[in-house]
């Protein structure tokens, strides 16, 4: 069973930044996967962010997160991060990563395999 775990949540400013990381647990490669960021937040369904395909062939952002959000991996840490800039109130929710066999071009949940358990991201002044 592959584990994903997140971290890096937290509360944060208006216009302020924090960096997510998934990181897989020892003998299983994130290379080989498309690597999704999501989102959750209270009483609404959850949002595909942002996405990488293996070799980063491909990336994907959502729009409301375009020029604020970088998805980037780290092959070396077995580790894909979620850099997020100028951040919103209605950017606080619960964001997971998840984990997808396919060769995915956009950030959609039935596509995932595999999904971490989440960190909180509140941003609020």
């Known amino acids: 069973q592959v584990q994903l775990v997140e971290s890096g949540g937290g509360l944060v400013q208006p216009g302020g930044s924090l960096r997510l990381s998934c990181a897989a647990a020892s003998g299983f490669s994130l290379d080989y996967y498309t690597i999704g960021w999501f989102r959750q937040a209270p009483g609404k369904e959850r949002e595909g962010v942002s996405c990488?395909?293996?070799?980063?062939?491909?990336?994907y952002y959502t729009d409301s997160v375009k020029g604020r959000f970088t998805i980037s991996r780290d092959n070396a840490k077995n580790t894909v991060y979620l850099q997020m800039n100028s951040l919103k109130p209605n950017d606080t929710a619960v964001y997971y990563c998840?984990?997808?066999?396919?060769?995915?071009?956009?950030?959609?949940?039935?596509?995932?395999?595999?999904w971490g358990k989440g960190t909180l991201v509140t941003v609020s002044s």
């Open positions: 990488v395909s293996p070799a980063d062939a491909s990336i």
């Open positions: 998840a984990a997808s066999r396919l060769r995915a071009r956009v950030a959609v949940p039935d596509y995932m395999h595999y």
